[in-house]
Each structure stands twice: as C-alpha cells, then as structure tokens.
C-alpha cells in the first residue's frame, strides 16, 4: 500500500473517532504522516486532560494498528 493510501485510511479513521472524542468535549485532526507514524493535534478539552495518554494509545493507536496496514504508532503533536 502506498503513502497517500495509507493516509487516506489512517484519515478516514481518525473521523470515525471524531464523534467519540468530541462526546467529552475534546477533538483530534491528522496532521501528517510520516515513517508509519500518525502525528495527531488533541484538541479542546484533551488539552491538559490526564486520560489523554490512555485515549491516544489504548484507543487511538490500537485502532489505527488493526484498521491500517503501514502505521506503527501515533504521536501527539
């Protein structure tokens, strides 16, 4: 699969988590991505929240791992 199919997913799932996050005040947007990893900006009230961590790896990640062949992480930017 190449770059732009790649994000194009990584994307596609990134709004289909929208509406969960955006259900306890906060937000997410792509930012890029680069060597397999997803660079995201948490928005609202995920700034400062002490789940965030937890909503980024156990939620955010593991469900881009399974969905999107290619990606090996996620990072806050």
Known sequence: M????IE???R???EKL???INR?????KFVKLEDGIVYVQMLGACVG???IDTTLKDGVET???EEVPGI???EQI
């Open 2 to 5: 190449n770059h732009e199919a």
């Open 63 to 65: 469900i881009l791992l």
């Open 24 to 28: 306890d005040g906060g937000d997410i």
């Open 12 to 14: 596609k799932v990134i």
């Open 8 to 10: 194009a997913q990584a």
């Open 72 to 74: 090996i992480g996620v």
């Open 49 to 51: 929240c002490a789940a």
């Open 18 to 20: 929208r509406p969960y």
